[in-house]
């Protein structure tokens, strides 16, 4: 167990519709990452947030959303999904400060399917 | 965006063979990370490398952070089933509620049957 959060595992949805996926990062830590990860594809960075504010923004389609709550949890909107949308979608947290950052901690992924 | 160069793109290998990547860099980075990404799950960091020349090993992985601080190598020595999967290498950029990794594309490594 990492220690970064993602619900769902799986999830599949129709063309069309919109869906949330959830990510709780790991105790302490204030920035959470999304990520997009297509079949056999390297990791596309969509969206960071840092204690609630969005910091830096990738290839993000404007029909995806996210944010990050007070609790630090986070959730990425998808909406209007296309059969294109269907990825690995993973959640990071990182370490906060410190002369020694070691990089990010992922979650298991959300492995969204749309039919 | 900014992206790191990382090399082969995919290897198939014997069990038993030593296994060789890299990554480089048009610019400087004080840190390299390398990660390794099991199917269907999320990339797990095996090595961070803090100071040019250094070389680490994690069992059977070594990596070096290159002395001109633009690229590092991965080697895995007697690969074994296990080893399948994606190895990304990534470098820091920033600090705090800046900080971010940059990625390399991935090597995927494949053990023929």
């Known amino acids: 167990d990492s220690g970064v959060t993602q619900t769902p595992k799986h999830l599949i949805t129709a063309t069309g519709q919109r869906v949330t996926l959830r990510c709780s990062p790991r105790?302490?830590?204030?920035?959470v990452y999304w990520y997009q990860q297509s079949l056999d594809q390297g990791l596309q960075f969509l969206i960071q947030?840092?204690?609630?504010?969005?910091?830096a923004k990738g290839n993000i389609l404007e029909r995806f959303s996210a944010q990050q709550f007070p609790d630090l949890h986070s959730e990425l909107n998808l909406s209007s999904l296309e059969l294109g949308d269907s990825a690995l979608y993973f959640c990071?947290?990182?370490?906060?400060?410190?002369?020694?950052?070691?990089?990010?901690?992922f979650g298991s992924g959300t492995r969204l399917t749309v039919v | 965006g900014q992206q790191l160069n990382q090399s082969p793109q995919s290897m198939f290998i014997q069990e038993g063979e030593d296994v060789s990547m890299n990554c480089t860099s048009s610019?400087?980075?004080?840190?390299w990370l390398w990660y390794k990404q099991d199917p269907g799950e999320g990339p797990v960091l095996l090595i961070a490398?803090?100071?040019a020349g250094e070389l680490t090993s994690n069992g059977r992985l070594t990596a070096q952070f290159g002395i001109t601080r633009k690229d590092s190598f991965l080697n895995i020595s007697a690969s074994i089933p296990s080893d399948v999967g994606i190895y990304f290498c990534?470098?820091?950029?920033?600090?705090?509620?800046?900080?971010?990794?940059?990625w390399g594309a991935g090597t995927k490594l494949i053990i023929k049957p």
């Open positions: 947030y840092y204690n609630g504010e969005e910091r």
């Open positions: 490398l803090y100071k």
């Open positions: 610019s400087i980075f004080n840190t």
């Open positions: 105790s302490g830590d204030l920035s």
């Open positions: 990071a947290s990182s370490v906060v400060g410190g002369s020694r950052a070691d990089g990010y901690t």
């Open positions: 990534a470098g820091p950029k920033g600090v705090d509620s800046n900080y971010q990794l940059i």
